[in-house]
């Protein structure tokens, strides 16, 4: 099998990349190890940049979005029995944030690019390695119904996320991986019932911290922080419940409406970037070249940000025949990377229980108090969770 362009992974990078191409008659290929079934229903991030926005409106996937998503103006923060909050439109000249489930958009992705516009997706199709990504001729190695095969391309993308065999194609050595572990998982609930407030509510608490998100007026999803060894069956309903509302402010655990869960699951909470993000023609985007701890919502925005940059450089090099692009993508990427992997951090720190130590405490909560009483402070969270500009890349 041939194609232009070699995806490893149906997940929102490599749908997101092959829809671009495709709108722009460049051929491509995924490989997904996954059903489409299974790949819809990973319950995963749920706040969209402006930026990427945008790109789902540029790949003619927006309408939905627009039509259904919730546009957010601000998040609460709550500490101290307080809820604060920080306006985003005030301090970011007008930006907003959109409220709108990954599963959506991989949804619509998937309608799009596959069942309107014939796109081939492999599913239940492990890529197993790349090979000669330092040829003209890449190869993915990987396997269907039992059976080796191989795609051979003009370039790979490493779609994979962060388990995934395209950033494992490359000897370590050449690869340099920056990693940090957090002592602590996330556990959510998917749930329909309506939210407790119309925006978003990080809290931190002396018990650990929570968030209150959503996907509709009618489906809510929340988080607490848990043990990193927690197992869901630890878990019933009414124990989430009550726990989330002991970490909210008496006022907002007043009003939490409960219902059974659709989903539950544990996320644990890592911060990794693997540099640089391109190997002769391998190209990693997305989960595959770097992983966030939830906290920012940053994952799902920084694969969108990865593939304008890597669309615009393949199709630089198809139209214009140039190769500057690409080869300017892998630290370009990375700046804007690097500033999401220190926001994602130093926000998480802001935010989580990480010892019983009252000075931490205190000091949280002096920061969140100087944080949301201080206008500079507020616009430099406003300013990160809106998303920092996509660079001009032409
Ligand atoms: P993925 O979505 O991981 O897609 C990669 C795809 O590659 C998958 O479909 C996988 O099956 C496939 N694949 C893997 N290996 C192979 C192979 N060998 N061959 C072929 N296919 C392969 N971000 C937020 O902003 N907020 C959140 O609340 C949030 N929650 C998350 C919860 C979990 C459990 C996880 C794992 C991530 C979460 N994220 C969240 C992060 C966000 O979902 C990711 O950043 C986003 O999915 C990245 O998209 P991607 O396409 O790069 O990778
Ligand atoms: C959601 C997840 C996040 O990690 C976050 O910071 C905000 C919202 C969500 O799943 O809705």
Not at 59 to 67: C, E, N, S
Not at 254 to 263: Q, S
Not at 294 to 320: E, V, W
Not at 361 to 384: C, F, H, K
Request: hydrophobic share 40%; with cysteine.
């Amino acid at each position: 099998m041939k194609t232009q362009v070699g995806i490893i992974g149906s997940g929102p990078s490599g749908l997101l990349l092959a829809r671009l191409l495709h709108l722009q008659g460049i051929d491509t290929v995924i490989l997904e190890s996954r059903s489409r079934e299974y790949v819809l229903g990973r319950v995963r991030a749920g706040v969209i940049e402006q930026g990427m926005a945008d790109m789902l409106r540029q790949a003619k996937v927006g309408a939905r979005m627009d039509r259904e998503g919730l546009i957010h103006e601000g998040i609460n923060i709550a500490f101290d029995n307080r809820l604060e909050r920080v306006d985003f439109p005030k301090h970011t000249n007008g930006k907003v944030v959109m409220v709108y489930g990954q599963t959506e958009i991989t949804y619509d992705l998937m309608n799009a690019h596959i069942d309107e516009a014939g796109g081939i997706v492999h599913y239940e199709s492990p890529a197993i390695r790349v090979e000669d990504y330092d040829t003209e001729r890449p190869r993915i190695i990987y396997q269907q119904n039992g059976k080796e095969s191989e795609l051979v391309c003009d370039f790979v993308a490493g779609c994979d996320g962060f388990h995934g065999v395209a950033r494992k194609s490359i000897p370590a050595e050449k690869i340099a991986t920056f990693s940090r572990a957090y002592p602590f998982g996330w556990l959510g609930i998917l749930s329909d019932v309506p939210p407790v407030k119309e925006e978003l509510i990080y809290a931190n608490h002396e018990r650990g911290f929570a968030l209150c998100s959503m996907r509709s007026q009618t489906r809510s999803r929340y988080y607490i922080q848990c043990e990193v060894n927690d197992k869901v069956e630890n878990w019933t309903d009414d124990a989430f419940w009550d726990e989330l509302c002991r970490r909210l402010p008496s006022e907002e655990a007043a009003n939490v409406i409960r219902g059974p869960r659709l989903e539950m699951g544990i996320t644990p909470l890592h911060s990794f970037v693997a540099e640089p993000m391109r190997f002769g023609r391998l190209f990693l985007a997305g989960d595959a070249a770097h992983i966030v701890p939830p906290t920012g919502a940053k994952g799902l925005n920084l694969a969108s940000s990865d593939i304008y940059y890597l669309s615009r450089a393949l199709l630089a090099y198809y139209k214009q025949k140039r190769t500057d692009l690409l080869d300017r993508y892998s630290e370009t990427a990375l700046r804007r990377v690097w500033k999401a992997i220190r926001f994602s951090w130093w926000y998480t720190n802001l935010l989580h229980k990480f010892d019983n130590e009252p000075m931490s405490r205190r000091l949280q909560t002096s920061e969140l108090d100087y944080l949301t009483g201080s206008e500079a402070g507020q616009a430099v969270i406003a300013e990160n969770y809106v998303g920092l500009p996509y660079e001009k890349f032409e």
